[in-house]
């Protein structure tokens, strides 16, 4: 009997599939530009964006399935590949496994044809290769390890970039304390054990609370500039503001799911990871991908110190200023190619 994927196996393909578009080719657009100020400014790829948060709403994707945060992360990545870092650097990766050490990536590029192929194969089926794949990874902190969303790291380096994403789009008052108490901790632990990483926040909100809780908005996007100041806090944090429709609106938000338990160093165990991999036929997809739910990002109601613009603006000018010139050599060159226009 055939066994039905997984909403988040599902969701992968159509994720997938958005950024292959934006990207044809693995050719990635460079978000440099020099704005109406006259300064170097970085522009993200909303469009994409609003395509990869229709996916979750499709799939009525409740919270504990991941897939609605994972939407972020998918993006974040994205936009870290389109400022020219490698595509086996920014995890999760655009293809499986979405957690693969570069040193292992490299090793399988240098093995002959026939070898590599197999070895590649067996890696994409294989989610969840004790110690070497996974779909999530953990990083130690001060105290204890965190589930981090979006990484660059290498053993060269250890982390340069972490950030972690949360979504809300129901229930404001009753998890927004939860979520922001559960960051500021989260922030502490990682800051100091990774004081040269680029530490990020970027929480995913939808618009209606603008109308159905106004002083709880207010509250949040003071809380999360605030996160984004403090010296031992996160080096800054993203609002990302979502307007779509009633009739798209995902299942209601239930209690906070309950924590996963102490995590364990390394990637999760052997199976369990993503169940099934979903096969869809390229057509198919491309018409569920006309058919999403609309999603408008509300970037004239976000908070400047919260804008998408700015957030991976510093994350990335974070990471090439904690490093040296030899390093991320294309990330540089982008950036330099628009200021000598």
């Not at 779909?135 to 390890?145: D, E, F, T, V, W």
């Not at 031992?232 to 307007?243: G, Q």
């Not at 990871?273 to 509300?298: F, H, N, Y």
């Amino acid at each position: 009997m055939a066994v039905r994927p997984s909403t988040k196996a599902e969701a992968w393909v159509l994720f997938d599939h958005i950024v292959a578009n934006a990207a044809l080719g693995g050719v990635y657009g460079n978000p440099w530009i020099i704005g109406p100020d006259e300064q170097l400014h970085f522009d993200p790829d909303y469009e994409t964006l609003a395509q990869l948060l229709g996916v979750p709403l499709h799939l009525k994707a409740g919270t504990q399935s991941g897939v609605p945060a994972l939407a972020l992360d998918v993006w974040l990545s994205y936009e870290l590949r389109r400022a020219g870092f490698e595509v086996d650097q920014v995890w999760p990766r655009p293809t499986n496994p979405r957690i693969l050490p570069a040193a292992v990536a490299a090793l399988i590029k240098s093995l002959p044809a026939g070898l590599r192929g197999q070895v590649a194969n067996r890696i994409a089926k294989n989610t969840s290769i004790p110690n070497v794949t996974s779909s999530s990874a953990a990083i130690l902190g001060k105290n204890y390890l965190k589930q981090v969303d979006v990484i660059i790291t290498d053993w060269a380096t250890g982390p340069e970039l972490l950030v972690s994403t949360k979504r809300m789009d129901s229930s404001y008052g009753k998890n927004a304390p939860h979520r922001i108490e559960e960051s500021y901790g989260d922030a502490k632990n990682l800051r100091l054990r990774h004081p040269l990483a680029a530490l990020g926040f970027v929480f995913g909100l939808r618009s209606d609370i603008l109308q159905t809780e106004p002083k709880t908005a207010d509250w949040l996007f003071d809380l999360l500039v605030k996160l984004g100041q403090e010296d031992d806090a996160y080096h800054a944090t993203c609002l990302v503001l979502m307007e779509y429709a009633d009739d798209a609106a995902l299942p209601e938000a239930q209690d906070e799911p309950p924590p996963a338990g102490i995590l364990e160093p390394g990637p999760e165990p052997e199976g369990e990871g993503e169940d099934v991999s979903a096969s869809i036929l390229d057509a198919t997809v491309d018409q569920i991908i006309k058919r999403l739910p609309k999603v408008k990002i509300l970037s004239d109601r976000t908070p400047t110190e919260l804008a998408p613009s700015r957030f991976l603006a510093a994350m990335v000018m974070r990471v090439l200023g904690a490093t040296p010139v030899n390093m991320h050599e294309e990330a540089r060159r982008r950036r330099a190619a628009v200021l000598s226009k």
